[in-house]
């Protein structure tokens, strides 16, 4: 059994990835986690949609909290998630800055307050290797804004083509790729002749790391369940 004065243990499921490498990069600078393959404290899994249900068995064979960063997942996998999360803590964030986790509440906010009639574009970009688009990220924001709403999610997703007027209420969606960018967020809220526009940059991947680790130790210790990054920040309290 972990004491509160020992490193919490942090166990990969895909180490050779490129979120693999950030997140042992950051192991490496704070003394409050450490590696170990086997015997994690707190399974953290950024790979691919095709692994979900494996990392999921992996922590509760274990009875470990997990961290779920993966993108792309969709309504089944949520199911799936929602299930793991009755028998271990499941943090589930496209994604893990802290920043993100806060724009998230921005969010729900501004279009609560805004209402529908001023429409709802979300702009995206990320690196040339990025396998999923819409981003998860972009998507949770669309989702935070619909909370905002209060109404259930329209997207309109790769508009091309002629006769796309916007339909009422719709969240758009759009997607740059390119270079090495670590990830930007627009979430632009077009109003009558205004507009309000709450981004974010990710400079470097290492913050998704750090935001990481900050979820690995909120996980430990916590009753199944499923949890997000607002909570880390405790946004839904403020
Ligand atoms: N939540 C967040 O803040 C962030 C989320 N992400 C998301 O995390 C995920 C990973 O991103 P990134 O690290 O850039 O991607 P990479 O492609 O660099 O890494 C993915 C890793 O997953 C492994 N993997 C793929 N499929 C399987 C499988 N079926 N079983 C076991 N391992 C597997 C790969 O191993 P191999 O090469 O051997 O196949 C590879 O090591 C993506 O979904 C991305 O969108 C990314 C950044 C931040
Ligand atoms: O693949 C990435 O790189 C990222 N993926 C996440 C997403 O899909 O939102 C988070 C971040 O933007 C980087």
């Not at 799936?80 to 496209?94: D, F, G, K, N, Y």
């Not at 986790?101 to 501004?110: G, I, K, P």
């Not at 309109?156 to 006769?163: A, F, H, V």
């Amino acid at each position: 059994m972990r004491t509160d004065d020992q490193p919490i243990r942090i166990s990969l499921f895909a180490p050779n990835g490129r979120m693999g490498i950030a997140i042992a990069a950051a192991v490496a600078e704070d003394p409050g986690f450490e590696i170990d393959a086997d015997h994690g404290d707190v399974l953290v899994d950024f790979s691919a949609p095709s692994a979900l249900q494996a990392s999921l068995d992996r922590a509760i064979a274990a009875g470990t909290p997990i961290l779920v960063g993966t993108t792309g997942l969709d309504d089944f996998a949520s199911r799936r998630i929602a299930t793991a999360a009755e028998q271990v803590p499941v943090l589930r964030a496209a994604n893990t800055s802290l920043g993100v986790a806060l724009l998230s509440d921005l969010v729900e906010r501004a279009a609560r307050v805004l209402g529908p009639q001023w429409d709802i574009e979300i702009l995206e970009m990320h690196h040339r290797m990025k396998a999923d688009a819409p981003s998860g990220t972009a998507l949770a924001l669309g989702d935070a804004a619909a909370r905002g709403r209060e109404a259930k999610m329209k997207a309109e997703r790769g508009r091309d083509g002629t006769n796309l007027k916007r339909e009422e209420g719709a969240i758009g969606f759009a997607s740059l790729r390119g270079g090495t960018v670590a990830g930007d967020h627009d979430v632009i809220f077009a109003g009558p002749e205004e507009r309000l526009i709450l981004s974010h940059r990710a400079e470097n991947r290492m913050i998704f790391a750090r935001g990481a680790l900050a979820a690995a130790r909120f996980l430990v210790g916590k009753p199944a369940g499923l949890y997000s990054m607002r909570d880390v920040i405790g946004a839904d309290e403020a």
